[in-house]
């Protein structure tokens, strides 16, 4: 069995900075896109900022040049460098994944359980 493992939440102050990452476990043969997707309350969810295997990416613009992503496809892990906080990323950011098992060719989309960020004001 696959899972997604989110660890670095917490609260922050307005202009501070968290980092979370993922830790993808189980029987992987490889993963191609890895990602970061956050809901706020009252709110739908929405894609942050992504990362495929050979290293392309692409981020909401309300984050650009705030955030960052990165993986270690040798760890199986992906994070997030979250700079400059607004109480506006307060949310519940997900992790997500399209991995391919040891037991088959195709992908298969996986989601963490979610790390909640509280930006103060």
């Known amino acids: 069995q696959v899972q997604l493992v989110e660890s670095g939440g917490g609260l922050v102050e307005p202009g501070g900075s968290l980092r979370l990452s993922c830790a993808a476990s189980?029987?992987?043969?490889?993963?191609?896109?890895m990602a970061w997707y956050r809901r706020a309350p009252g709110k739908e969810r929405e894609l942050v900022a992504l990362i495929t295997s050979d290293g392309r990416t692409n981020y909401l613009d309300s984050v650009k040049a705030r955030f960052t992503i990165s993986r270690d496809n040798a760890k199986n892990t992906v994070n997030l460098q979250m700079n400059s906080l607004k109480p506006e990323d307060t949310a519940v950011y997900y992790c997500?994944?399209?991995?391919?098992?040891?037991?088959?060719?195709?992908?298969?989309?996986?989601w963490g359980q979610g790390t909640q960020v509280t930006v103060s004001s």
């Open positions: 189980g029987s992987i043969a490889s993963i191609y896109v």
């Open positions: 997500n994944a399209d991995i391919s098992s040891s037991l088959g060719r195709s992908y298969i989309t996986y």
